[in-house]
Nanobody, 126 residues
């Protein structure tokens, strides 16, 4: 059974950093696209960053380019989201999702992904 478990969220001051982890089980990353998405209160879920499990292709939302980095460790079957220079507007629940189709990385939109984790809260506040 495919399962995704996010961790690493928390409370951080503006300008701080967090690293989110998405641990996958029941499938192998190599054959999947993995995405990080977020949803703030009263807003629609949006794409943050996506990566091809086999490597070589990533995508970032304009709002996080230069601050966030997505990476994967296939030996650990885990995808990470390193978030630096965090801003209050980054506050949201962050979700990871998986889809066994490579082309979804280019779109990196929630409707393209079929399997989701439960989410982890990120709060950026002084």
């Amino acid at each position: 059974q495919l399962q995704l478990v996010e961790s690493g969220g928390g409370l951080v001051q503006p300008g701080g950093s967090l690293r989110l982890s998405c641990a996958a089980s029941g499938f192998t990353l190599d054959y999947y696209a993995i995405g990080w998405f977020r949803q703030a209160p009263g807003k629609e879920r949006e794409g943050v960053s996506c990566i091809l499990g086999s490597g070589g292709s990533t995508n970032y939302a304009d709002s996080v380019k230069g601050r966030f980095t997505i990476s994967r460790d296939n030996a650990k079957n885990t995808v990470y989201l390193q978030m630096n220079s965090l801003k209050p507007e980054d506050t949201a629940i962050y979700y990871c999702a998986a889809e066994p189709t490579s082309w979804v990385v280019a779109g990196c939109r929630p409707p393209l992904f079929g399997s989701w984790g439960q989410g982890t809260q990120v709060t950026v506040s002084s």
